[in-house]
């Protein structure tokens, strides 16, 4: 069955510190993994990644994908308390018969304190 | 133990043509929402109840309409179908209202206009 796992769960921190969120999958005929951002308005699109080893980037916001090893990291540094939020990790794939189906995690939810 | 559940998970219809979507969510959450999923996999919200109110109604034609006959379920019901509405729609249920809890998304709904 198709799984998408993140951790942890919850997450507090202090502004300006570095922080990882991870996600691995288990999803059959894998084609590429979406992280969202989600605050108080729908989930923010914030990256797609098709290929491994090679890092997206925006801003302070980082993500890579390992497709040998089924995960993604997401990397934030500098944080800021405009960062809190429920960040949610969606892996698409392919059904067997060929339909794209989208499976996403439970999210990571990330407190900055001032 | 499926959490949150669509129905049908793809659907193919002619123009004009009206057409539901059902969502049904076994966790006890008090929310529920619905969203569609662009080709650039942005989420956009459409609607939202809290214990079976309506409590977002973002930009959306009026030919699409929720129903929610009680917390569990949220439907929804689409009139004159036209090419433009052809997508990914999201069910997601939460325990609070939107920004406070993690989401939990169902699997989707292929529905495609022809």
């Known amino acids: 069955e198709d799984k998408v796992v993140q951790s942890p769960l919850s997450l507090v921190v202090h502004e300006g510190d570095t922080v990882t969120l991870n996600c691995s999958y288990e999803?059959?005929?894998?084609?590429?993994l979406l992280w969202y951002k989600q605050e108080k308005k729908a989930p923010t699109f914030l990256f797609m990644l098709?290929?491994?080893?090679i890092e997206k980037k925006s801003g302070r916001l980082s993500s890579i994908l390992d497709k040998k090893e089924l995960f993604s990291i997401l990397n934030i540094t500098a944080t800021q308390t405009g960062d809190s939020a429920i960040y949610l990790c969606?892996?698409?794939?392919?059904?067997?018969?060929?339909?794209?189906?989208?499976?996403f995690g439970k999210g990571t939810k990330l407190t900055v304190n001032p | 133990d499926t959490a949150v559940s669509q129905t049908p998970k793809y659907l193919v219809t002619q123009m004009g043509n009206d057409k539901s979507i059902k969502c049904e969510q076994n966790?006890?959450?008090?929310?529920m929402y619905w969203y569609k999923q662009d080709s650039k996999k942005f989420l956009k919200i459409m609607f939202s109840?809290?214990?079976?109110?309506?409590?977002i109604n973002e930009t959306v034609p009026n030919r699409f309409s929720p129903k929610s006959p009680d917390k569990a379920h949220l439907n929804l019901h689409i009139n004159s179908l036209e090419l433009g509405d052809s997508a990914v729609y999201f069910c997601?249920?939460?325990?609070?209202?939107?920004?406070?809890?993690?989401?939990?998304f169902g699997p989707g709904t292929r529905l495609t206009v022809l």
């Open positions: 997601a249920s939460s325990r609070g209202i939107w920004g406070t809890d993690t989401q939990y």
């Open positions: 999803v059959t005929n894998f084609r590429s």
């Open positions: 098709t290929s491994s080893g």
């Open positions: 969606a892996v698409e794939g392919l059904t067997q018969g060929g339909s794209e189906k989208l499976v």
């Open positions: 966790l006890g959450h008090d929310t």
């Open positions: 109840y809290n214990n079976k109110e309506l409590i």
